[in-house]
């Protein structure tokens, strides 16, 4: 949990968003096989939500999915402060570009073509997924890993190859604020 404001902080001034309430107030510890998901409820008017976090670990996929945890909690957030709608695909596709940004802006500086494609190749092309593909969460995942993938390939990657995370803050920040219909769009057309 001590990485957690770290990330958060860095995700919201990336973007530029409102501060939110720390993501910390919202953890409940998983059992020990747990993944990170994030428990959302309405009622009364109200929005009510748990993040999820498996124990702590050191491995990288562990880091990922604090990264990914963080992520969801911001959208719904940000959507939710704005009044505006998500969907379970956005929250995902958002989650796999964030997963790079976090990890680019952790660089700290330009990533060389290798760097950016090997990066690309470990969150995108090399990943296992739980679910099996003919279930619809595992259509979901499969479609915001591949959309992602093509946005970070064709209008992020070559940006950061170049000059660095900073230059392409302006791409990342106007999908960031998209709606899902427009991040689909925007990432099968990169």
């Known amino acids: 949990m001590a990485r957690l404001p770290g990330i958060q902080r860095r995700l919201q001034r990336f973007y530029g968003l409102d501060v939110a309430p720390d993501v910390r107030e919202f953890v409940q510890d998983g059992a020990d096989d747990?993944?990170?998901?994030l428990l959302l409820r309405e009622h009364a008017g109200t929005l009510e939500l748990a993040l999820v976090l498996p124990p702590p670990g050191e491995s990288a996929d562990h880091a990922l999915q604090l990264?990914?945890?963080v992520s969801h909690f911001l959208l719904l957030w940000e959507r939710a402060r704005t009044g505006l709608p998500t969907t379970l695909l956005e929250l995902e596709l958002q989650a796999?570009?964030?997963?790079y940004v976090f990890l680019t802006m952790v660089a700290r500086r330009a990533l060389s073509p290798v760097r950016a494609r090997s990066l690309h190749g470990k969150l995108y092309d090399h990943v296992t997924f739980l679910h099996?593909?003919?279930t619809e969460e595992g259509r979901r995942y499969?479609?915001?890993?591949?959309?992602?993938?093509?946005f970070v390939a064709r209008a992020v990657a070559p940006l950061v190859a170049r000059d660095g995370l900073g230059?392409?803050?302006p791409v990342l920040a106007r999908f960031y604020r998209f709606g899902q219909t427009d991040k689909i769009r925007?990432?099968?057309?990169a």
């Open 96 to 99: 796999e570009v964030d997963k």
């Open 142 to 150: 499969r479609l915001a890993n591949d959309l992602a993938a093509r």
């Open 34 to 37: 747990s993944r990170e998901h």
């Open 186 to 189: 925007w990432a099968s057309a």
């Open 67 to 69: 990264v990914e945890g």
């Open 167 to 169: 230059s392409a803050r």
């Open 132 to 134: 099996p593909p003919h």
